[in-house]
């Protein structure tokens, strides 16, 4: 399964007040994502989450989000502006599954996101972050779980997706 980038995720679902910036909210969608998202994890399903699919798995297994990433980093490089990816190096962490499919090297990824990570959910492992200390992968022990922050559909190497058909 591959939940994918869109909106901000209600953040009532973390316990946070919405910040001025957050924006694009579909509860129906939260509703629709975290139901799916458990099913899956329940029957041991591949997932790969992809940006707010991230999101979505940490705060399902009780993390938290930055709401608005410039304000925590001080910069705008991994959201430049509408319709343009960033395009910072993230550092897979040795030893994890997105270093066996990437590589241990760093790697320029397109990012397209104004959230991230903030509390790190139970079960959840940073497998990459970029310079400015963003937790750009997590991954999670047993059955095929790996989420990343960037938009692997983006970029030119495709291995990401190569992982999670070979898991399945």
Known sequence: MI???????????????PHERSGYVRKF?????????????????????ICRGLQVLNVALGGSLHQHLPDVV?????????G????????????????????????????YHHQSVDR???????????????VEAVESSGAFTMAVQWHPEAA???ALFEALVHAC
């Open 74 to 82: 001080g910069h705008t490089d991994h959201c430049p502006g509408p």
């Open 3 to 17: 939940l994918a980038g869109g909106g901000d995720i209600d953040p009532a679902r973390y316990g946070a007040e």
């Open 29 to 49: 969608r939260d509703e629709a994502e975290f139901a799916l998202l458990a099913a899956a994890l329940d029957a041991g399903l591949p997932f790969l989450g």
């Open 156 to 158: 030119a190497d495709h």
């Open 84 to 111: 343009r990816f960033g395009h910072l190096p993230v550092t897979p962490v040795p030893g994890t599954g997105l270093a066996k499919a990437l590589g241990e090297e760093p790697v320029a990824v397109p990012h």
């Open 120 to 134: 790190l959910a139970p079960g959840l492992t940073v497998t990459a972050t970029t310079e400015d200390g963003t």
